[in-house]
Every structure is written in C-alpha cells, then in structure tokens.
C-alpha cells in the first residue's frame, strides 16, 4: 500500500510540472532559463554607463520612454534605483537614470534604450561596458561559510550538552553570538555578489545642448561670465552701501585721534627742546 501511494505521489509531481506563461518578448524580453552553473564556472559581474545627448525640448520624453521600457520588464527584472532631472536655466537641463537590469537581458535592454534617443533626433556621446571577474570574490565567501558555520555547530552543542564549567558555558555562549554575526555578514556579502552577478547596473546620463549651434556653449559660458560680473559688482556696492554709516561715525573719531596724536607729539618735542 506505501508502495502504492508513493508511486503515485512521484506520478502526480511528474505530471504537475510548471506552467509556463508566454508574454509579448517586446515588452518583457523574455529569455530561456539558463541551464545550472557549473560549480566552478567564472562569477562574472557587467555594468553599463550610457550618455546621451538630446536637442531642447526632448529629455521628458526619452527619460519618460526609458523608464517604461525599465517599468514594462517589472520589478523583478528591472528596478530603478536613481532617477533626476535638473532644469538649466539656459535650456542646458541636464539627467540620470541607475538601474538594474536582469543581467541575461541586460544587453538587448541597452540597445533597446537607443531607439527613444534616435526617435527624439539625439545621439549618443559614450557607451561604456564594463566586466568585473568576482569569482574569487565568491569562493573565499563561500569558504569563510562553511567554516564559520562549523564553527557554530559545534559552540552549539557544547552549549547545548552543558559540558564544564559556568564559566566556560558564558565563553561558549559570547564565542557562538559573535559567529552568527559574523555569518550574517558573510551571508550578505554573499547575496551582494550574486544580486551583482545576476542583476547589470545601468548608468545612463542626458545632456541637453540649447539651442545655436557649435557656439551656444561659448555663448553660455560669456554669460554665465556676466552672471558672476553682476554678483561680484552688487556685491561690492552692498558692502559700500553698509558701510558708509560707519565711515561716517567711525572717520571723524580717527581723524580726533590722528590730530589729538600730533598736537601731543608737537607738545613733547617743545618741551625737550626748553
């Protein structure tokens, strides 16, 4: 009879395999499962560092565009971990964006971020991919795993026999609750290094360049040169403005002390004189 059953538990488990959902690939860049990592297959962390540049008038739209691409893949694919836009006062605005893209898909992802860029007549000024080899990283987390968790196995149970003295129990006790920290620790370095691994990041700046041509930005930088002229000049006058009153006060009362001084000088040289 428990032969019985059990057949047709196995049975059952075979037939209730997954169901897979198919999506629209244009919106999710849906990917086939990767097959099982090897055991010492390289740890291999990528990062992307795109900058665009945009004419006036279009950083709304490509930065709205990028974040639904990122939106669209949701969150366990893509997640947007910064996002800014500052507003020049010239038309020179300027933006960011930091993601992190499920690393399979990450560089369909980034060729698919150019095209809200060329709808919206921009180019691109940089692209920049970057690969870190973490696997040594990974092993000496690994390594430092097993061994804190032996260690703690067997602080464990010698606390748990209550094997010597009070005084050896209290060691036991202090020894085991700085090695769970301490696994806490290598446990989170650990998922850090995969998230790393499994999840791209993806910097992507704008700039906007104003409107003139090859000589706006000379012109913004003359003006922003009249900027700091005007400060400087108000400046100036605010400092002549607050401090006539005390030259008016002040100067009489140095020039009284300058003309008591000379008189007293005069005074003393007559009088060594007769």
Not at 98 to 111: E, G, K, T, W
Not at 129 to 136: H, N
Request: aromatic content about 6%; proline content about 4%; glycine content about 8%.
């Amino acid at each position: 009879m428990r032969r019985l059953l059990l057949s047709m538990t196995l049975l059952l488990a075979a037939c209730g395999g997954p169901v897979v959902q198919t999506t629209d690939k244009l919106n999710t860049f849906d990917v086939a499962e990767p097959a099982p990592a090897e055991p010492n297959a390289p740890q291999i962390a990528y990062s992307y560092a795109l900058d665009y540049r945009l004419d006036p008038g279009t950083l709304s739209a490509v930065h709205q565009a990028h974040l639904k691409l990122c939106r669209d893949l949701t969150r366990t694919r893509c997640i947007v971990m910064e996002n800014g836009v500052t507003r020049g006062e010239r038309g020179d605005d300027r933006g960011n964006l930091r993601l992190l893209v499920d690393a399979r898909i990450a560089p369909s992802f980034d060729q698919r971020l150019g095209a809200p860029v060329e709808a919206a007549g921009g180019t691109i000024q940089s692209h920049t991919v970057t690969a870190e080899d973490v696997t040594r990283q990974v092993i000496d987390v690994e390594a430092q795993l097993r061994a804190k968790q032996a260690l703690s196995d067997r602080l464990l149970k010698l606390i748990q026999t209550g094997g010597g003295s009070v005084g050896d129990l209290v060691s036991a006790e202090k020894a085991y609750a700085q090695v769970q920290q301490e696994l806490d620790t290598a446990r989170s370095l650990r998922e850090e290094l995969r998230r790393r691994v499994a999840m791209s990041e993806m910097r992507i700046g704008y700039t906007v360049i104003p409107a003139g041509g090859m000589w706006s930005p000379v012109r913004l930088a003359v003006a922003r040169g009249g900027d700091s002229f005007a400060t400087s000049a108000a400046a100036a006058i605010t400092f002549v403005i607050a401090a006539t009153p005390w030259l008016v006060i002040v100067g009489p009362a140095i020039w009284l002390l300058i003309l008591g001084w000379r008189r007293f000088r005069r005074w003393r040289s007559e009088r060594v004189r007769s």
